[in-house]
């Protein structure tokens, strides 16, 4: 939870495990939910932001009752980065909320699930929702993404391991038991190589199949949670440092496949060039922290809207 300007509200993350009002994690949350009608001032305005599915769950509902009961009017959202020109699918649920006499720029989207950015940039009547897109509009909203190569630090020239370190690289030194720290000597850094990052062929073997491949010019990848450094299924995508003749499958050993940088992550989030951890932050808690990171890119909208009057 986070408080700004005495009147906005962030609420995170709260049902990730679908237990719903029987998470413990909830509890703080419906707590807030229920003091909100006996406070003497009320935030004016509210940002909410979950999991996708949360919209479907009895904690949502809680939420919506109670808004609606202490004259709130709400516009939810489901959006990923991808709607917004980056190569990174992390939908999310997001629900603005404003007390009156305060209103929405758009109102005619008032107390609707949107699954489109439009209403933040445009005026208008009525909404396409994601769902409602063509085959040929999802294929054109992919392509108006970035390539992937332009969020790397970390390359390599043409097909062999020669690794070009740009100045925004994490700073991490090489060590297996993961007790490095950056150097702190901007001047003078050392950047370190791609070694650490490259992928174990005992995953390879156990995860094969089910391994989401990214190429330098492809325009997606998946979401990194905070257990993407020691990879479960699910956890992330995985760059291909080295070109196959046949992208599949079959040639996964020889197609080079590593991790994304904990800053090339950050990157994705949107994070501003400037943005580095302090030097007691560990290679895991790194991608921990970036795993429960919001995108940058997809939150900045949402907030300038929702601080927008009509």
């Known amino acids: 939870m986070v408080l700004m300007h005495g009147f906005f509200l962030l609420l995170a993350n709260l049902t990730r495990d679908k237990k719903d009002t029987g998470d413990a994690r909830a509890f703080s949350f419906l707590q807030i939910l229920e003091l909100i009608p006996f406070l003497l001032q009320p935030p004016n305005m509210l940002f909410v932001e979950n999991v996708v599915g949360f919209e479907t769950s009895d904690t949502h509902a809680k939420l919506i009752e109670i808004l609606e009961k202490t004259n709130f009017i709400t516009q939810e959202f489901i959006l990923s980065p991808l709607q917004f ?22 109102e005619s989207v008032n107390h609707q699930l949107i699954q489109s950015p ?9 909404v396409a929702k994601e769902d409602d897109l063509s085959l040929e509009d999802r294929q054109n909203l992919l392509q108006s993404c970035q390539p992937i190569e ?42 370190d190589s791609l070694d650490k990052y ?9 995860w094969g199949s089910a391994l989401d ?16 450094y020691r990879y479960v299924k699910g956890t992330g995508s995985l ?7 046949k992208r599949d499958k079959t040639s996964l050993k020889e197609q080079g496949l590593r991790y994304f940088t904990p800053r090339e992550v950050a990157n994705l989030h949107s994070f501003p ?14 991608y921990a922290l970036l795993g ?6 997809v939150v900045a909208p949402l907030l300038q809207y929702l601080f927008t009057d009509a």
């Open 118 to 126: 439009r209403p933040l940039f445009e005026h208008f009547n009525t």
């Open 292 to 297: 429960n990171s919001l995108s940058i890119a």
């Open 85 to 106: 020109g980056i190569p990174y699918s992390r939908p999310r649920y997001f629900c603005l909320a404003k007390r009156k006499p305060s209103s929405f720029l758009n």
């Open 239 to 245: 760059l291909a440092t080295v070109q196959p003749m």
């Open 150 to 191: 332009k969020f790397l630090v970390l390359k390599n020239s043409s097909n062999d391991t020669n690794v070009e370190s740009a100045a925004s690289t994490t700073g991490l030194s090489n060590d297996s038991n993961d007790t490095s720290r950056t150097s702190g000597n901007d001047s003078n850094h050392e950047y």
């Open 273 to 286: 060039e400037g943005f580095e951890f302090p030097e007691h932050i560990s290679l895991k808690q790194r």
């Open 213 to 228: 491949v990214v190429y330098p010019d492809s325009k997606r990848c998946c979401c990194f949670t905070k257990s993407y």
């Open 198 to 206: 490259y992928v174990q062929p005992s995953l390879l073997e156990r």
